[in-house]
């Protein structure tokens, strides 16, 4: 009753945030309302007893990810924003088409039989059980993964250097 | 669900509702760093529904694959950012409507 009522808040603030990650004029307040929708999922993940992700999502996206940011926009001093506040029949067909989007899919979930309800294991979502399927069944993406991180180390320095 | 006590209908919505948000950031807004934050979302609602699919089966492998998608998240957010510094140095503006040297 209690873990329900703890997804209600912690869903709800996440959209709310997620709105004014959207609405926002000035990408600083984007950012900071980005670590909370950050912190509401990482409640909800904890809920849903995933706890290495719930604290992965803290470390890398509300630590590490929305830190970049924040270093980017106050690197590049971007001063005041300089977006207008106003409807375009863009915008407007663009919000009424994600609304669809979210109505259709909103049908397609409620046709879902709920599923048998699981037991779950002692190691479910640890770091334990989660480790050991990484390091089995998944070992070949985690290595792929870390080539991946590689990569994308050096790509950042060579693309933001001015001179190498 | 177990003893959550929320149907899973639910969770699957606000996955849904948040890449919506993300989406609508993505077309509608001009600033590419908000832009980026759009993807950001949209790579989180997809977390959500693994997550949720996990514990409706029970399953750990779908824990791996959400690890997977925060560490593609990590590395595009450095390369993203840094091709954002990149074009701010050459032109001097990261509205992704000015930066149009691509287009045919």
């Known amino acids: 009753m209690i873990a329900a009522a703890a997804f209600y808040f912690f869903g709800a603030l996440a959209i709310a945030l997620s709105l004014y990650v959207v609405a926002a004029k000035n990408p600083v307040h984007s950012a900071m309302s980005l670590v909370v929708v950050f912190l509401g999922l990482a409640g909800i993940y904890a809920l849903l007893s995933a706890h290495l992700l719930a604290a992965l999502q803290v470390i890398v996206y509300a630590g590490a990810i929305v830190v970049l940011f924040l270093f980017v926009i106050m690197l590049l001093s971007l001063g005041e924003p300089t977006e207008?506040?106003?409807?375009?029949?863009?915008?407007?067909?663009?919000?009424?088409?994600?609304?669809?989007?979210?109505?259709?899919?909103?049908?397609?979930?409620?046709?879902?039989?709920?599923?048998?309800?699981?037991?779950?294991?002692?190691?479910?979502?640890?770091?334990?059980?989660?480790?050991?399927?990484?390091?089995?069944?998944?070992?070949?993406?985690?290595?792929?993964?870390?080539?991946?991180?590689?990569?994308?180390?050096?790509?950042?320095?060579?693309?933001?250097?001015?001179?190498? | 669900m177990s003893d959550l006590g929320v149907p899973l209908s639910h969770i699957l919505s606000l996955s849904a509702i948040l890449f919506s948000v993300g989406l609508f950031a993505v077309v509608t807004r001009r600033n590419a760093l908000v832009v980026f934050m759009g993807v950001e979302l949209m790579l989180n609602a997809a977390n959500v529904v693994f997550l949720g699919f996990a514990r409706a089966f029970g399953d750990n492998a779908a824990h791996a694959i959400a690890f997977f998608v925060i560490a593609v998240a990590a590395a595009e957010a450095a390369v993203g950012l840094a091709i954002i510094i990149a074009v701010f140095r050459s032109r001097n503006t990261v509205n992704v409507d000015e930066i149009d040297a691509l287009k045919f």
């Open chain 1, 84 to 164: 207008r506040a106003r409807i375009s029949p863009f915008k407007a067909l663009a919000g009424l088409s994600v609304v669809g989007l979210c109505g259709g899919l909103y049908v397609v979930f409620d046709e879902l039989t709920p599923l048998a309800t699981s037991t779950l294991s002692q190691d479910y979502g640890t770091v334990e059980g989660v480790g050991r399927i990484l390091f089995s069944q998944f070992v070949v993406p985690f290595e792929a993964v870390s080539l991946l991180l590689l990569v994308a180390i050096v790509g950042a320095v060579v693309v933001a250097k001015a001179k190498i």
